[in-house]
């Protein structure tokens, strides 16, 4: 007694019948044939969401009738390459694997899919409480339900304890290393400079050295687009991160043997913890505005599953100082993703066209660090690898004499708590990198006269 109708006639029945929400029930269907849907729903005032999968009902992602708005990836996903098997296993199967900042956005995943391929041990490295034990659980049901059998161990700690890693390291024979952890949101580092450069740099190196002294095989640092040419603190520690595993393999190959240290630089991935679509969604949701930076201002992206796919991809073909670059595909204009998301949701713009739409869209300029556009080679210098969407980057080095002196200064000055002097010596060890001429350090303003204080703008957008 229900009708069944042709996509063809939505358009009409979606008129004729006052229809206001489509639900998508389409588990099995590619993303390009997700996103073709979903473009031909767009322009209708409906609010379009998705049903859970099976798999997310099995492992208590997802509840029985729960729906949720229209995943992103619907947007603006694309349909991932298969994935090589020899190169997704190839330093996980059968090894005792660590992923720090397990649980993070990216972290995460890579412990879902690592678990898959079933190491003989898994183990989580995270700060944060209770992001660990949520990673951990959903692992242990996962593997109970898909009837996965490895050794899961997590630990509280934070990557720049050397001493600690170390001991994970070499007591539980880890053989290969994803390095997750990071503080990634720019203007929560742009005003947290001390703590910044100290977890994304100085907890990269110690963490580099604990494997190096472990014995680990493989040591794979996931990094950024940010680290280009960088316009902010978190993109500048995170390119003298790269700069000390370009240094410490060097100094490997040298000696012929220890850690093969690598690097995989990528953009946005799509709904993590620090993308913008969570927050637009919210905004949507309490009646707007919609806040976009820049009517210009474009980002690259990716979706979590097939970022993490392809990092443990490129771990396995490392050979030493490597720097592998993601085909990101071509980059978003932030604002048409906001655009898009209010009309998915059955909302209307609110424009100088449109006076009586329910959400506007309010620009309100860069944020501290911030670029129009994103970049993710220093230069023109690339090489394919086996995998189609997978680059080596050829990039320049420094030497590890000159690193070891600029983190000797950047230690010193962190520790007398100089956030002024620490930005001054992270421009010079990364000569790209230019600083604000303002320091947006919170601490520093905080500790100034009362009405000296600069006013800083609320870190609403996290692009």
């Given at each position: 007694g229900?009708?069944?109708?042709?996509?063809?006639?939505?358009?009409?029945?979606?008129?004729?019948?006052?229809?206001?929400?489509?639900?998508?029930?389409?588990?099995?269907a590619s993303h390009e044939q997700r996103r073709h849907v979903v473009e031909r729903l767009e322009p209708l005032p409906v609010h379009v969401q998705t049903v859970p999968?099976?798999?997310?009902?099995?492992?208590?992602?997802?509840?029985?009738?729960?729906?949720?708005d229209v995943d992103v990836e619907d947007v603006l996903g694309r349909d991932a390459v298969v994935p090589d098997e020899g190169l997704l296993r190839g330093s996980v199967a059968g090894r005792v694997v660590a992923v720090t900042g397990a649980g993070g956005s990216i972290g995460s995943e890579l412990c879902r899919q690592i678990a898959r391929l079933e190491p003989s041990r898994l183990i989580l490295i995270e700060q944060n409480e209770y992001n660990l034990y949520r990673i951990e659980q959903e692992i242990r049901n996962e593997a109970l339900v898909e009837g996965h059998r490895v050794d899961i161990l997590p630990f509280l700690g934070s990557v720049e304890q050397g001493r600690r890693m170390e001991r994970i390291f070499s007591g539980l024979g880890v053989q290969t290393v994803y390095h997750a952890a990071a503080y990634k949101h720019v203007p929560i580092v742009e005003h947290n400079v001390i703590e910044g450069v100290r977890n994304n740099t100085f907890g990269t190196w110690r963490c580099a050295r604990a494997a190096l002294d472990a014995g680990v095989e493989r040591f794979i640092l996931i990094s950024t687009d940010k680290a280009v040419r960088p316009t902010n603190v978190m993109g500048a520690s995170k390119?003298?991160?790269?700069?000390?595993?370009?240094?410490?393999?060097?100094?490997?190959?040298?000696?012929?043997?220890?850690?093969?240290?690598?690097?995989?630089?990528?953009?946005?991935?799509?709904?993590?913890s620090g993308s913008v679509v969570p927050l637009f969604r919210e905004q949507i949701r309490r009646g707007g505005p919609v806040t976009v930076?820049?009517?210009?201002?474009?980002?690259?992206?990716?979706?979590?599953?097939?970022?993490?796919?392809?990092?443990?991809?490129?771990?396995t073909m490392a050979e030493g100082g490597d720097v592998f670059v993601l085909d990101m595909g071509d980059p978003v204009r932030i604002d048409d993703l906001a655009r898009r998301l209010?009309?998915?949701?059955?909302?209307?713009?609110?424009?100088?066209?449109?006076?009586?739409?329910?959400?506007?869209?309010?620009y309100v300029g860069l944020r501290p660090g911030e670029k129009l556009?994103?970049?993710l080679l220093l230069g023109d210098n690339v090489t394919g690898t086996r995998h189609p969407m997978i680059m080596r980057a050829l990039e320049w080095a420094m030497p590890w004499v000159e690193v070891e002196q600029h983190l000797a200064a950047l230690d010193l000055a962190a520790h007398e708590f100089d956030a002024d002097r620490v930005r001054k010596l992270l421009a010079r060890a990364v000569g790209e990198y230019q600083p604000a001429?303002?320091?947006?350090?919170?601490?520093?303003?905080?500790?100034?006269?009362?009405?000296?204080?600069?006013?800083?703008?609320?870190?609403?957008?996290?692009?």
């Amino acid at each position: 007694g229900i009708p069944v109708v042709a996509p063809r006639r939505i358009k009409q029945w979606v008129h004729s019948h006052g229809i206001t929400r489509v639900l998508l029930a389409m588990p099995a269907a590619s993303h390009e044939q997700r996103r073709h849907v979903v473009e031909r729903l767009e322009p209708l005032p409906v609010h379009v969401q998705t049903v859970p999968v099976i798999a997310d009902l099995l492992t208590g992602q997802a509840e029985l009738g729960q729906v949720r708005d229209v995943d992103v990836e619907d947007v603006l996903g694309r349909d991932a390459v298969v994935p090589d098997e020899g190169l997704l296993r190839g330093s996980v199967a059968g090894r005792v694997v660590a992923v720090t900042g397990a649980g993070g956005s990216i972290g995460s995943e890579l412990c879902r899919q690592i678990a898959r391929l079933e190491p003989s041990r898994l183990i989580l490295i995270e700060q944060n409480e209770y992001n660990l034990y949520r990673i951990e659980q959903e692992i242990r049901n996962e593997a109970l339900v898909e009837g996965h059998r490895v050794d899961i161990l997590p630990f509280l700690g934070s990557v720049e304890q050397g001493r600690r890693m170390e001991r994970i390291f070499s007591g539980l024979g880890v053989q290969t290393v994803y390095h997750a952890a990071a503080y990634k949101h720019v203007p929560i580092v742009e005003h947290n400079v001390i703590e910044g450069v100290r977890n994304n740099t100085f907890g990269t190196w110690r963490c580099a050295r604990a494997a190096l002294d472990a014995g680990v095989e493989r040591f794979i640092l996931i990094s950024t687009d940010k680290a280009v040419r960088p316009t902010n603190v978190m993109g500048a520690s995170k390119r003298l991160a790269e700069l000390v595993l370009q240094g410490m393999a060097a100094r490997v190959d040298e000696a012929e043997r220890g850690t093969c240290f690598s690097m995989v630089r990528f953009g946005n991935v799509l709904d993590s913890s620090g993308s913008v679509v969570p927050l637009f969604r919210e905004q949507i949701r309490r009646g707007g505005p919609v806040t976009v930076t820049h009517p210009d201002v474009t980002r690259y992206f990716m979706t979590i599953p097939e970022a993490a796919s392809l990092v443990l991809q490129a771990g396995t073909m490392a050979e030493g100082g490597d720097v592998f670059v993601l085909d990101m595909g071509d980059p978003v204009r932030i604002d048409d993703l906001a655009r898009r998301l209010i009309r998915l949701s059955g909302r209307t713009l609110r424009d100088e066209e449109n006076p009586d739409g329910q959400i506007a869209i309010e620009y309100v300029g860069l944020r501290p660090g911030e670029k129009l556009f994103e970049e993710l080679l220093l230069g023109d210098n690339v090489t394919g690898t086996r995998h189609p969407m997978i680059m080596r980057a050829l990039e320049w080095a420094m030497p590890w004499v000159e690193v070891e002196q600029h983190l000797a200064a950047l230690d010193l000055a962190a520790h007398e708590f100089d956030a002024d002097r620490v930005r001054k010596l992270l421009a010079r060890a990364v000569g790209e990198y230019q600083p604000a001429a303002r320091d947006f350090d919170l601490l520093i303003q905080a500790e100034r006269p009362a009405g000296t204080i600069s006013p800083l703008r609320r870190p609403d957008l996290t692009h």
